[in-house]
C-alpha cells in the first residue's frame, strides 16, 4: 500500500520538515544573536519557504497524474491539500517574535543579574515612564536619542550581546 506512495509520501515529509524548520530556525538565529545566511547571501528562512514550494509543486504534478489516471486520487489530493496548507501557513508564521524569544534566551544567559539591574536603574534614570529607548538602527545621528542610546551602551553592559 505504502509502496505506491513512496514519492508523494517523501514529498508531504519534505512539507511537514520544512514547516517546522520554518519555526525553528528563527529562534535558533535569536539564540545564538546571528543572522544565518546561504549562498548567494539569501536569508536561510527561504530555504523551507523554497522547499514547501517545491514539495507543493510536485505533489500537484502528482495530483494530476492521478486525475488523468483515475487512481488513487483522494490520498493524492489530500497530500497535496496539506503540502497547499503548509506552503500558505509559512506567511502566518511570527518570524520576529520567534528571534525576539530566542534572542531574549540568549540575553539571560550572557547578562548577569548585576548587570540586568544596572541596565535597569540606566533605564529609570534616563527614560519617562512609558517612554521606549529604540535600538541603534531606529535613531538618527543628530537626535537625542542616539545621545541617549550611546549614553545606554556606554553605561551598562547591553555591548556584550554585541550588534543586533
Given at each position: 500500500?505504502?509502496?505506491?506512495?513512496?514519492?508523494?509520501?517523501?514529498?508531504?515529509?519534505?512539507?511537514?520538515?520544512?514547516?517546522?524548520?520554518?519555526?525553528?530556525?528563527?529562534?535558533?538565529?535569536g539564540r545564538t544573536n546571528s543572522v544565518w545566511?546561504?549562498?548567494?547571501?539569501?536569508?536561510?528562512?527561504?530555504?523551507?519557504?523554497f522547499l514547501l514550494f517545491l514539495?507543493?509543486?510536485?505533489?500537484?504534478?502528482?495530483?494530476?497524474?492521478?486525475?488523468?489516471?483515475?487512481?488513487?486520487?483522494?490520498?493524492?489530493?489530500?497530500?497535496?491539500?496539506?503540502?497547499?496548507?503548509?506552503?500558505?501557513?509559512?506567511?502566518?508564521?511570527?518570524?520576529?517574535?520567534?528571534?525576539?524569544?530566542?534572542?531574549?534566551?540568549?540575553?539571560?544567559?550572557?547578562?548577569?543579574?548585576?548587570?540586568?539591574?544596572?541596565?535597569?536603574?540606566?533605564?529609570?534614570?534616563?527614560?519617562?515612564?512609558?517612554?521606549?529607548?529604540?535600538?541603534?538602527?531606529?535613531?538618527?545621528?543628530?537626535?537625542?536619542?542616539?545621545?541617549?542610546?550611546?549614553?545606554?551602551?556606554?553605561?551598562?553592559?547591553?555591548?556584550?550581546?554585541?550588534?543586533?
Open positions: 500500500m505504502y509502496m505506491k506512495f513512496r514519492k508523494q509520501i517523501f514529498c508531504i515529509s519534505l512539507s511537514v520538515l520544512s514547516f517546522i524548520l520554518a519555526i525553528v530556525m528563527p529562534y535558533c538565529e545566511v546561504v549562498p548567494p547571501l539569501l536569508p536561510a528562512d527561504l530555504v523551507p519557504y514539495s507543493a509543486a510536485i505533489l500537484f504534478c502528482y495530483t494530476v497524474g492521478s486525475l488523468i489516471g483515475k487512481r488513487n486520487i483522494i490520498a493524492t489530493a489530500l497530500m497535496f491539500l496539506v503540502s497547499l496548507l503548509l506552503f500558505f501557513g509559512w506567511s502566518s508564521i511570527n518570524r520576529q517574535g520567534l528571534y525576539l524569544l530566542g534572542f531574549r534566551n540568549y540575553a539571560k544567559n550572557i547578562l548577569t543579574v548585576e548587570e540586568w539591574r544596572s541596565i535597569s536603574r540606566f533605564a529609570q534614570k534616563s527614560i519617562e515612564p512609558g517612554g521606549r529607548l529604540w535600538g541603534p538602527a531606529k535613531t538618527r545621528q543628530n537626535d537625542s536619542e542616539q545621545i541617549l542610546w550611546s549614553g545606554f551602551t556606554n553605561h551598562t553592559q547591553i555591548q556584550k550581546l554585541g550588534p543586533p
